[in-house]
């Protein structure tokens, strides 16, 4: 049974018969030659010696029109043996019924081998592939001589994966071949991460609208690579749609049923068809097949007098006559013989066409047909030949070669095992089938223009997994003759330092690469989840590795570091040159005024200060932390209990002035108004007299708080520090740790405070000292004299004050070693705004005017206006040291 034409013909509701055809139109010559490769090994069998030598084999050929009605139809009629058929019926004589070859397409073989298989009838195909053939229960006397399709999806799947095709377009015939071998096909690439961009069937019955809606979904697809499960007939015209429509640049991969088919290769495919890549079974070479097919007598029956009309575009219909007039004269002319125009004359050469009849270049499929026919050809032989009582039946009889039930064949069918005559390829079944071997073929475009089968690898099926798929991709030419192979993805794959991100309503192989988040890296291409760096790593800035993270702290040797070494240097040699001045000076008036001591306490405290900024720089230790915040906390507070001895002094000194001024003012109002009573009584005897002089007024009281006071409220305020700072040290010390969670890609070395609280109570101590300070400088600032130092400790206080409200927020708004930088510049401010404020002023006027640094300059000055004087702060300092008993006043006259 072969599909010699290609559909059935359209009825027009005559129903008469002119051929034995009649119903069926399309003759397809590449099945027509499988039918002569079958006739040529029956006949090569005939007159074998040793195979089947006292046995002829006969043959009955069926068209299947390539359709299931056709198929059916001609199983029941060789079943039972009449035109109209009726099962479990035959009707009919001569030698016994031995097997079916055939029945061509897998739909096709489907439908015969379920009635052959209720007769238990052997049936041999030579090109029905389908993968649900091999259930054994639905199909138990179906064989084949051509691999299964498993194998053939397995090997179009592998060589999608060979090259990283990750998505490809479908397209299969709607039949049973096309449908399991596309199904079998899909399932794998799934599986392994490819996905499909369309899937599309093609019909039975050509359908103009539905192959023009599968050109424009081809067209419109960015798959690159449509694979194919379709024979050549189904797929014929939606390559002619195609061109049409000229869609190139594809790569198309194809099933075996039309890798090699001349009806696929037609002039002009070559824009969309060259570098197609298929798989076609084996190929061999049949040596006097093609003497066998060029020698074919037209007149044998109906199927070659269709087959020679066909390919001379001809007609044999007076084949007969045409035969006795060349036995009467062979060189009768035509026109003399009155043969009519159109008329064949049966000597045609069909060796001088180019068809695909006579083209043996590709024996695949007639090759298969070729071992169909040797496979029932041995069977019969071991049949004719079992030894009575060795059978393998009943009793071990054997069956009789002349009368032979089809269920006996069918064992020997089964345990056939031969080799094939010149390619003594070894041919046995397995649960009805061969092994899976494909050669893979490429289409190339010859020099002359013509598209050729090149071999360029090959699949077996039954070899190790890493062995089955061998190819030569230095062999392959692909579409538009590049050597590179195409691709074919939905999206690029995602390079290391990027994940998949997929895109929502679409396949898994269309995704977005979405960078890696900082702190995370993949370094693996396509990764679907990014890795996160460990705690002391980070990403790189390809995100592909992690790296250490930088190690970040505020170095000596760095520009910086070096710029903070030297302001903080500097400020201390300041500090201690004016300690110097003050040595050199000590016992001029100005430097001994308001006690020296603590001048010189206060300029230790900035020399503490200044140069524990220098201990903040470097990599953090253990006593470097506790040192740093330790020694800033007693310098500072060293510094302002210094400020604040000083200033509570002169904040009472200037209370005192304050009151004498008051009494002065009370007693000129009263002596004023003594006098105008007695110019206006008129009396001779009072004298109303004014005195500008100390005496005129009231003196004020002596200093409350003496030196030692002085010095006792600094050390006292200072010690409460220093015991603060010990049990901090104590119970819960600074100590440095790694920051990680400040910035993601450094590690900061820093100090912890050990205690947020201790920190506070101890720094908060200091502001604490600060608010007093700042007060008692602030009540004290009215002191008037040629030299005024409460001014200076105000000025110095805010200044202060304003570096550190400054520096909170600058602190908090920084990281790393910028933080310590800030809190270092904040000391330094501070220190040299105190140190500027109150010492700048003494040291000018010691240094550079020491005309004022007189005793009798440091006097109370008198007014300009009623001659009455204040009190200063350095003549009171230095009648207070002098004199314990008596303190500078001044009587003050009101303006």
């Given amino acids: 049974?072969?599909?010699?034409?290609?559909?059935?013909?359209?009825?027009?509701?005559?129903?008469?018969?002119?051929?034995?055809?009649?119903?069926?139109?399309?003759?397809?010559?590449?099945?027509?030659?499988?039918?002569?490769?079958?006739?040529?090994?029956?006949?090569?069998?005939?007159?074998?010696?040793?195979?089947?030598?006292?046995?002829?084999?006969?043959?009955?050929?069926?068209?299947?029109?390539?359709?299931?009605?056709?198929?059916?139809?001609?199983?029941?009629?060789?079943?039972?043996?009449?035109?109209?058929?009726?099962?479990?019926?035959?009707?009919g004589d001569g030698p016994p019924l031995a097997a079916l070859v055939g029945a061509g397409g897998s739909d096709l073989s489907i439908a015969t081998a379920r009635i052959l298989g209720l007769y238990h009838f052997p049936q041999v195909s030579y090109s029905s592939t389908c993968s649900a053939l091999n259930n054994k229960f639905q199909f138990p006397t179906f064989l084949r001589t051509i691999p299964n399709d498993v194998h053939q999806s397995t090997a179009m799947a592998q060589l999608v994966l060979h090259f990283g095709w990750t998505w490809v377009g479908t397209i299969a015939a709607d039949d049973d071949y096309g449908k399991y071998g596309i199904?079998?096909?899909?399932?794998?690439?799934?599986?392994?991460?490819?996905?499909?961009?369309?899937?599309?069937?093609?019909?039975?019955?050509?359908?103009?609208?539905?192959?023009?809606?599968?050109?424009?979904?081809?067209?419109?697809?960015?798959?690159?690579?449509?694979?194919?499960?379709?024979?050549?007939?189904?797929?014929?015209?939606?390559?002619?749609?195609?061109?049409?429509?000229?869609?190139?640049?594809?790569?198309?991969?194809?099933?075996?049923?039309?890798?090699?088919?001349?009806?696929?290769?037609?002039?002009?495919?070559?824009?969309?068809?060259?570098?197609?890549?298929?798989?076609?079974?084996?190929?061999?070479?049949?040596?006097?097949?093609?003497?066998?097919?060029?020698?074919?007598?037209?007149?044998?029956?109906?199927?070659?007098?269709?087959?020679?009309?066909?390919?001379?575009?001809?007609?044999?219909?007076?084949?007969?006559?045409?035969?006795?007039?060349?036995?009467?004269?062979?060189?009768?002319?035509?026109?003399?013989?009155?043969?009519?125009?159109?008329?064949?004359?049966?000597?045609?050469?069909?060796?001088?066409?180019?068809?695909?009849y006579s083209d043996v270049s590709q024996l695949r499929i007639t090759y298969s047909v070729y071992k169909a026919v040797y496979a029932v050809a041995h069977a019969l032989h071991n049949l004719e030949h079992c030894v009575p009582g060795e059978g393998p039946f009943v009793g071990s009889s054997c069956?009789?070669?002349?009368?032979?039930?089809?269920?006996?064949?069918?064992?020997?069918?089964?345990?056939?095992?031969?080799?094939?005559?010149?390619?003594?390829?070894?041919?046995?079944?397995?649960?009805?089938?061969?092994?899976?071997?494909?050669?893979?073929?490429?289409?190339?475009?010859?020099?002359?223009?013509?598209?050729?089968?090149?071999?360029?690898?090959?699949?077996?099926?039954?070899?190790?997994?890493?062995?089955?798929?061998?190819?030569?991709?230095?062999?392959?030419?692909?579409?538009?003759?590049?050597?590179?192979?195409?691709?074919?993805?939905?999206?690029?794959?995602?390079?290391?330092?990027?994940?998949?991100?997929?895109?929502?309503?679409?396949?898994?192989?269309?995704?977005?690469?979405?960078?890696?988040?900082?702190?995370?890296?993949?370094?693996?291409?396509?990764?679907?989840?990014?890795?996160?760096?460990?705690?002391?790593?980070?990403?790189?800035?390809?995100?592909?590795?992690?790296?250490?993270?930088?190690?970040?702290?505020?170095?000596?040797?760095?520009?910086?570091?070096?710029?903070?070494?030297?302001?903080?240097?500097?400020?201390?040699?300041?500090?201690?040159?004016?300690?110097?001045?003050?040595?050199?000076?000590?016992?001029?008036?100005?430097?001994?005024?308001?006690?020296?001591?603590?001048?010189?306490?206060?300029?230790?405290?900035?020399v503490v200060t200044f140069l524990c900024s220098i201990v903040f720089l470097g990599e953090p230790q253990h006593w470097s932390c506790m040192t740093s915040q330790v020694a800033l906390a007693l310098g500072f507070a060293l510094c302002l209990s210094s400020i604040m001895g000083k200033s509570v002094v002169l904040m009472l000194r200037a209370q005192a002035l304050k009151k004498a001024r008051a009494r002065a003012k009370a007693a000129a109002k009263a002596a004023k108004a003594a006098a105008e009573a007695a110019a206006n009584s008129g009396s001779p005897d009072v004298i109303v007299t004014s005195s500008s002089n100390n005496e005129a007024s009231d003196k004020p009281e002596v200093d409350i708080l003496t030196c030692g006071h002085q010095r006792a409220i600094a050390a006292v305020a200072t010690l409460i520090q220093a015991i603060a700072c010990t049990v901090w040290l104590i119970l819960l010390p600074p100590h440095p740790v790694k920051n990680t969670a400040a910035q993601n890609v450094k590690i900061i070395l820093e100090c912890d405070e050990g205690s947020v609280v201790f920190i506070c109570c101890i720094f908060g101590y200091d502001i604490f000292l600060a608010l007093l300070a700042f007060i008692f400088a602030f009540i004290a600032r009215k002191l008037e004299d040629n030299f005024s130092e409460a001014k200076g400790m105000t000025f110095g206080m805010l200044v202060f004050f304003i570096v550190w409200i400054s520096f909170v927020p600058a602190y908090l708004s920084t990281r790393g070693k910028f933080m310590v930088a800030v809190q270092i510049f904040a000391i330094l401010a501070s220190s040299f705004g105190l140190l500027a404020c109150i010492f700048l002023p003494k040291c000018y006027v010691v240094l550079v005017k020491p005309e004022y640094n007189k005793e009798e300059l440091m006097r109370p000055r008198a007014k300009p206006r009623d001659g009455s004087s204040i009190g200063t702060s350095a003549s009171l300092a230095t009648a207070a040291t002098e004199v314990n008993t008596s303190f500078a006043s001044t009587a003050i006259d009101e303006q």
């Fill in 183 to 356: 199904k079998d096909f899909k399932e794998q690439v799934e599986e392994a991460g490819v996905c499909i961009s369309f899937s599309e069937t093609l019909p039975k019955v050509s359908k103009p609208e539905v192959i023009k809606s599968i050109v424009k979904t081809v067209a419109e697809s960015t798959a690159k690579i449509i694979v194919v499960f379709s024979s050549d007939v189904d797929l014929s015209p939606l390559i002619t749609e195609l061109l049409q429509h000229n869609v190139t640049n594809r790569t198309w991969i194809a099933s075996e049923a039309w890798v090699t088919s001349a009806l696929i290769n037609q002039p002009g495919v070559n824009s969309i068809l060259s570098g197609t890549l298929g798989f076609g079974v084996k190929r061999a070479d049949i040596p006097g097949l093609q003497r066998h097919l060029l020698d074919l007598d037209p007149y044998a029956d109906a199927l070659t007098e269709e087959f020679w009309g066909k390919l001379f575009n001809c007609t044999l219909d007076y084949g007969r006559a045409l035969r006795m007039a060349r036995e009467l004269n062979g060189t009768m002319s035509r026109v003399a013989r009155g043969i009519p125009d159109g008329l064949c004359t049966g000597t045609e050469s069909v060796a001088q066409l180019n068809n695909t």
């Fill in 399 to 606: 069956a009789n070669i002349s009368n032979f039930e089809p269920w006996q064949l069918m064992y020997y069918m089964k345990n056939v095992n031969y080799k094939m005559p010149n390619t003594n390829e070894e041919i046995y079944f397995e649960d009805g089938d061969i092994k899976g071997f494909y050669d893979i073929i490429n289409w190339q475009v010859s020099g002359d223009g013509e598209i050729s089968y090149v071999t360029v690898g090959h699949y077996n099926g039954s070899a190790a997994a890493e062995e089955k798929l061998h190819i030569k991709n230095n062999s392959i030419i692909w579409n538009n003759d590049v050597l590179e192979p195409p691709r074919s993805v939905c999206s690029e794959n995602c390079q290391p330092g990027t994940r998949k991100g997929i895109r929502q309503g679409e396949p898994v192989c269309c995704f977005d690469c979405i960078l890696c988040a900082d702190g995370e890296i993949s370094n693996t291409t396509n990764a679907r989840e990014c890795i996160l760096c460990t705690g002391d790593d980070w990403s790189n800035s390809a995100h592909d590795a992690c790296v250490p993270k930088i190690i970040e702290f505020l170095a000596f040797g760095e520009p910086l570091g070096i710029t903070l070494i030297v302001i903080s240097a500097f400020g201390a040699l300041v500090a201690i040159a004016v300690g110097i001045v003050f040595v050199m000076y000590i016992g001029t008036p100005l430097v001994k005024a308001n006690d020296v001591l603590l001048s010189f306490s206060l300029l230790l405290s900035l």
């Fill in 1 to 91: 049974m072969f599909p010699v034409h290609k559909r059935i013909a359209s009825s027009d509701g005559n129903t008469s018969s002119l051929q034995n055809s009649s119903g069926c139109e399309g003759f397809n010559f590449r099945t027509f030659r499988w039918t002569q490769t079958m006739l040529f090994a029956i006949n090569e069998i005939n007159k074998k010696n040793d195979l089947l030598p006292d046995t002829d084999l006969g043959y009955v050929i069926y068209d299947s029109c390539f359709t299931i009605s056709k198929a059916v139809e001609g199983t029941l009629t060789y079943l039972t043996g009449q035109d109209e058929a009726v099962p479990n019926y035959r009707c």
